[in-house]
């Protein structure tokens, strides 16, 4: 029997908190990309939105809008525009609010750069 | 930057200050509201049951949500137990694109389910990524149920999930609103 618990019926508590130590399995789960506004235009943009299966991509004139909450992690990003894209590590991604969601990232880079 | 800086001591200074008396004292339905979300998180904080509802998911979230009962994430120990029955459950745990044969037991389950309840969207297909609307799918949960929490991933990891969970019964805080995901141009200099 975990010590936890007996501590737990003394004190009264009957839950732990969250995960006192984070988890080493966490650095090897696939995450979302996180976008380098500098490597991107509007081509290298549309490349990106062309290639998700998820539609969690669109363009609205000089920003890319990534819907956090469509993308599946797969990675397509990354190998479609290299540089542009990179797993971004953040796994504790539940919103309150569904607009939480959805990151507008501008597009930095110059035309013909 | 001289000009900012006594606007920002200012500032500092006013959560010191002892707030006007008006302030002090709010509306009876606002500590009414106060108190009942007090209660809530309480009753919730100490135990709550999950009933899961796959919406034509391809059942890669609920092999997710069957980890959080295995020994490395047991979700027992933070008070959360899965139930059969929906009368039982204090939270509906959505996967799926939400196909429209489901309508009907999707309503029913909703309605079994006694208050206050939470319904957390679960999966990338539920929150309206995978799927688009058709004659076969709504294409997100939110077009049929109000959704309060949403839990992104394809499939989302049990430790998604449990976050998800502790940001639904309110204790833990919602960490994806303050993110950008642009990577840092310090970083990307430095290269």
């Given at each position: 029997?975990?010590?936890?618990?007996?501590?737990?019926?003394?004190?009264?508590?009957?839950?732990?908190?969250?995960?006192?130590?984070?988890?080493?399995?966490?650095?090897?789960?696939?995450?979302?990309?996180?976008?380098?506004?500098?490597?991107?235009?509007?081509?290298?943009?549309?490349?990106?939105?062309?290639?998700?299966?998820?539609?969690?991509?669109?363009?609205?004139?000089?920003?890319?809008?990534?819907?956090?909450?469509?993308?599946?992690?797969?990675?397509?990003?990354?190998?479609?525009?290299?540089?542009?894209?990179?797993?971004?590590?953040?796994?504790?991604?539940?919103?309150?609010?569904?607009?939480?969601?959805?990151?507008?990232?501008?597009?930095?880079?110059?035309?013909?750069? | 930057?001289?000009?900012?800086?006594?606007?920002?001591?200012?500032?500092?200074?006013?959560?010191?200050?002892?707030?006007?008396?008006?302030?002090?004292?709010?509306?009876?339905?606002?500590?009414?509201?106060?108190?009942?979300?007090?209660?809530?998180?309480?009753?919730?904080?100490?135990?709550?049951?999950?009933?899961?509802?796959?919406?034509?998911?391809?059942?890669?979230?609920?092999?997710?949500?069957?980890?959080?009962?295995?020994?490395?994430?047991?979700?027992?120990?933070?008070?959360?137990?899965?139930?059969?029955?929906?009368?039982?459950?204090?939270?509906?745990?959505?996967?799926?694109?939400?196909?429209?044969?489901?309508?009907?037991?999707?309503?029913?389950?909703y309605?079994?389910?006694?208050?206050?309840?939470?319904v957390?969207?679960?999966?990338?297909?539920?929150?309206?990524?995978?799927?688009?609307?058709?004659?076969?799918?709504?294409?997100?949960v939110a077009?049929i149920l109000s959704v309060d929490?949403?839990?992104?991933?394809?499939?989302?990891?049990?430790?998604?999930?449990?976050?998800?969970?502790?940001?639904?019964?309110?204790?833990?805080?919602?960490?994806?609103?303050?993110?950008?995901?642009?990577?840092?141009?310090?970083?990307?200099?430095?290269?």
């Amino acid at each position: 029997m975990a010590l936890w618990f007996l501590r737990g019926l003394r004190r009264g508590v009957v839950t732990t908190g969250y995960p006192a130590r984070s988890d080493d399995s966490a650095a090897r789960l696939p995450t979302p990309p996180a976008f380098r506004p500098a490597a991107l235009d509007r081509s290298t943009a549309d490349r990106l939105v062309a290639v998700c299966p998820s539609l969690a991509l669109r363009r609205e004139a000089d920003v890319l809008v990534f819907d956090v909450g469509a993308c599946t992690a797969c990675g397509r990003c990354q190998d479609a525009v290299p540089g542009a894209a990179a797993p971004s590590g953040e796994f504790e991604l539940a919103a309150t609010s569904r607009a939480h969601l959805v990151k507008r990232i501008p597009l930095l880079r110059e035309a013909g750069t | 930057m001289t000009d900012g800086d006594p606007a920002l001591s200012s500032q500092q200074d006013q959560p010191g200050v002892p707030p006007p008396a008006s302030g002090s004292e709010p509306g009876p339905e606002l500590a009414a509201g106060r108190q009942l979300s007090e209660r809530i998180a309480r009753q919730f904080g100490r135990s709550l049951h999950i009933r899961t509802l796959d919406t034509g998911s391809c059942a890669a979230c609920e092999q997710e949500i069957r980890l959080l009962a295995a020994p490395h994430y047991d979700l027992n120990r933070l008070g959360f137990f899965f139930t059969p029955a929906p009368r039982h459950a204090d939270l509906l745990m959505v996967t799926g694109p939400m196909v429209r044969a489901f309508d009907v037991a999707a309503r029913k389950t909703y309605e079994a389910m006694p208050g206050p309840k939470i319904v957390v969207a679960t999966g990338a297909c539920a929150l309206g990524g995978v799927y688009q609307p058709d004659a076969f799918v709504h294409g997100s949960v939110a077009e049929i149920l109000s959704v309060d929490v949403w839990i992104p991933g394809c499939p989302p990891s049990p430790l998604t999930l449990l976050q998800g969970l502790l940001v639904a019964v309110d204790r833990l805080a919602e960490k994806v609103g303050g993110l950008s995901f642009a990577a840092d141009e310090t970083q990307e200099a430095a290269q």
